[in-house]
């Protein structure tokens, strides 16, 4: 990633890492902020095709309530590889979902998402996520 805060890739990189704070805030707008109204999406645990900031948010809310025992207690994103082409960008990152109960194995995710610059915002236009194995200990 360049240095300089200012380039998109830094924008990226930022907004990435932003989406996952404001999930975990529990900011549904604020992660909103980032994802396009007309998204589409391949979810790691839902079969069928996303459509819509709408269809993201049914989704998220036929998920189990927030009384589970499988909260979410960080997610933590490996440094994106992004390529920028004008107003389109391709960021790809891996990330760790990390339950409050311990019992609960860590989830790795691989993650690529497709970026557009709308009015200055980068915003994602589709995402596609994929639970990769556990690493089981030797």
Known sequence: MSHDETSPAAQITAAIR??????LAGDRERSNGH????????D???EDLIRGRAG????????PDSESNTLVKAI????????????????????????HDTAEPTERVRNTAVWRRD?????VIHNHEDVLPSITPQ
């Open 76 to 99: 933590e994103v490996t440094e994106p590889v992004i390529d920028v082409w004008g107003d389109i960008a391709l960021a790809r990152h891996t990330f760790e979902v990390v339950f």
């Open 44 to 46: 790691s645990v839902h």
């Open 18 to 23: 932003d989406m996952y704070d404001a999930y």
């Open 56 to 63: 993201l948010d049914a989704l998220r809310d036929a998920r």
């Open 35 to 42: 994802i396009a109204a007309d998204v589409t999406l391949w």
């Open 119 to 123: 009015d200055g915002r980068w915003r």
